[in-house]
Structure formats: C-alpha cells, structure tokens
C-alpha cells in the first residue's frame, strides 16, 4: 500500500514537471509578427501654410463734421446701405462766444463804414449829375462805397456762418449737415442725437458720426511668421476658412506682404493681405476671424501613399512592398511633393503594390 503511494506521488510530480516545461517552452517561443499594408493611391496634394487674421472690407471709412455742435438729427441706423452724397446726420451748431462776439463787432465797424461810405457817395453823385467833380474824382468814392459794402457782406455771411453752419451766399450748400463720401453699407453709428461732436481739422481729426464700407470688395488682413514669410509671393492662392462659416470656404488671392515685421509674442509677424472671391449667396461680416491656406504648391491626381510608411536607410528613402503573405522586398523610391501627411511617388512602386507598414503590426496567437 505504501508503495502504491509512493509511485503515485512520483507520477503526479512527474506529469507537473513536463507540463511546467512544456508551459515554459510555449511562454518563450517568440509568435510570428502580422504586418498591416496599405495601397498606393491616387490623390491631391497641397502643400501649404497657415495664416491668421480676419475679413474686413477694403475701403472704410470714418465720417467725420466739418463744424463742431451737437447732433441734431441721424438719418441712418447700422447695416442700412447707402450712396454717395446720401445725408447721415444733420448738426446743430454750437457757437463759439469770442469767435460771435469778434463777428458781431466786425458786422458793426463794416456798418458803420457802409453808412459814411453811402452818404459821401449819394453827396457825390449829385455833385458829378451837376457836373461840379470830374468822374474821376468820383470813381475813386464810388470805389470806396462798393469796398464797404463787399465788407458788409462779408462780415454778415460770417456771423450767419458762426451762428448756422450756412452763409446767404452759399445757397443751399452747407457743413450742418453730415453726408456719404463713399458708397457702401453703414458698420456703425456710435453717436446718438444729442451727443456732442468736434469737427476735423489740423489739430483734432474730429468725432467719427459713422463708419462707412464698400462690403461689396472684401480683403483678408492676416499675419505670417517670419520662418514661413520667405516660401510665399504676391499672386499665390489662397483657402480661406471662416470660423463664422465653418461649412464653407472662400478663395482669395495674396496681394501684399508687409516689408518690415513686428514683433508680438516674442515672434516676428509679417502682415499679408489677399483680396476675397465673394460668393453670391453669401454675406461676409467685416471682422469675421478667418484662417487662410496659402497654397505653396499643387499637384492634382497623382500617386501617393501615406508619409508614415517610409523608411531611411543612408540618405536614401524606401518601402517594404507584399510579394506574396507577409513577406516583403525592399524598394528604394523617388518621392515628390508631400503635404506632411500623403507624399507624391514618382518612380519606385505602382498603383497596384501593397506596402508595409512598419507602425502597425501585431503578432499571431499560436493555434
């Protein structure tokens, strides 16, 4: 019976033991590893780089008075489109105590010169009807009297131009009232009736009563990094993508870039601008952000494979393309233009091969 035992215990070490080995021989056995392939392919490639900025119209301007006083009455409201010569507001004018007080005073010598001028002429007159002056003496006092009466009006236009912003002599032209210089849409009104204006002038470039665009012509105003600046000209193409218009985009063609840099963010930018293709059932917003794709070269409908497939060795570039199931030969290639994902192949391999990729791969369970 013991002996039975014994033999028993031996056995089932035994069979632990070979099946510890066994276990240990498939745990160590290195699996077959399965390589992913991908296909050459035909498609687009587009090499570009990317610009900030924001779509803004290429004329704007800002209204400004050319009298000082209080706005009257606004005959716009922001987004109404208007043309040239069109009124905008109408300003009441606020005179000037010392510029009046000068005026009046003026209007007051001129009279008094006016009134002594007229008497020495009628008195004249009358002596010349008599033939008791020569009319060369009396043309030098007819002179006299037309001088003070030119300065009559003038000092009385003047008051009237303090006083109304319109001289009698003007006619119907006038400074109170705020007109168009341009034709185009109103961005903004930032004055109400009631608020108080500046005029333009040398000193002061006056109060802005409104902002006027042409959104008929609009432009790309954004800014490239100086490492970027060099690989691009006037005349390329460019993609333009507005984050307020996520769904389209706009083609746009580069116009100007900026000779000198600034510095922002520790960066130097250099300003672009591009002149936008509008499309005909969409609005564009001046100041809608936008990123632009400038497009540094093209190449439409050639074959390609995905950059990531690529492999170096001395300089040289190559891909391991399928012969038969999971086994490759190496084939040195002659690549193109790449857009950092997708690279233009032009000799090494055909539409038709399949190509390793060395980033994927996994290994086989042993059945």
């Not at 009237?160 to 912003?165: H, N, R, S, T």
């Not at 984050?243 to 580069?254: E, N, P, R, V, Y």
Request: glycine share 6%; net charge positive; charged share 25%.
């Amino acid at each position: 019976m013991k002996r039975f035992f014994r033999i028993s215990i031996f056995s089932v070490l035994g069979l632990l033991l070979i099946y510890t080995i066994w276990f240990l021989y498939n745990k160590s056995e290195q699996k077959p590893v399965i390589y992913k392939t991908v296909q050459t392919f035909k498609t687009n490639i587009i090499k570009k780089t990317v610009a900030t900025g924001a779509v803004v119209p290429r004329k704007e301007v800002n209204i400004k008075p050319q009298v000082s006083g209080i706005i009257e009455k606004l005959y716009v409201i922001a987004g109404d489109k208007i043309r040239k010569g069109d009124m905008i507001a109408r300003i009441r004018i606020i005179p000037n105590m010392i510029n009046l007080a000068n005026a009046e005073s003026r209007v007051n010598r001129a009279q008094l010169a006016y009134d002594n001028a007229k008497i020495d002429y009628d008195r004249n007159q009358k002596l010349v009807d008599a033939k008791m002056i020569s009319n060369a003496e009396f043309l030098q006092i007819k002179l006299a009297f037309n001088n003070a009466k030119e300065e009559l009006d003038a000092a009385e236009n003047n008051i009237q131009l303090i006083k109304e912003g319109v001289s009698k002599s003007a006619g119907k032209v006038t400074n109170t009232i705020v007109k168009s210089t341009i034709d185009g849409m109103i961005l903004d009104v930032p004055l109400k009736e009631g608020s108080s204006v500046i005029e333009s002038n040398t000193f002061n470039e006056g109060t802005t009563i409104a902002v006027v665009a042409d959104m008929g012509e609009m432009i790309f105003e954004g800014k490239v990094d100086e490492s970027e600046v060099g690989k691009i000209k006037p005349g390329m193409d460019l993609i333009l993508t507005v984050g307020a218009i996520d769904m389209d985009k706009f083609s746009a063609q580069l116009e100007y870039i900026a000779p000198k840099g600034v510095k922002e963010n520790g960066a130097i930018q250099f300003q672009i601008k591009a002149k936008v293709i509008l499309k005909a059932n969409t609005f564009l917003r001046a100041g809608y952000s936008a990123n632009a794709d400038i497009v540094l070269a093209r190449k439409d409908s050639v074959l390609s494979i995905p950059e990531a497939v690529l492999q170096f060795e001395n300089e040289r570039t190559y891909v391991e393309v399928e012969t038969s199931p999971q086994v490759f030969e190496k084939r040195y290639l002659k690549t193109g233009l790449s857009d950092g994902i997708n690279i233009e192949i032009l000799e090494g391999v055909t539409q038709k091969d399949k190509i390793k990729d060395p980033n994927i791969a996994t290994k086989e369970e042993k059945k």
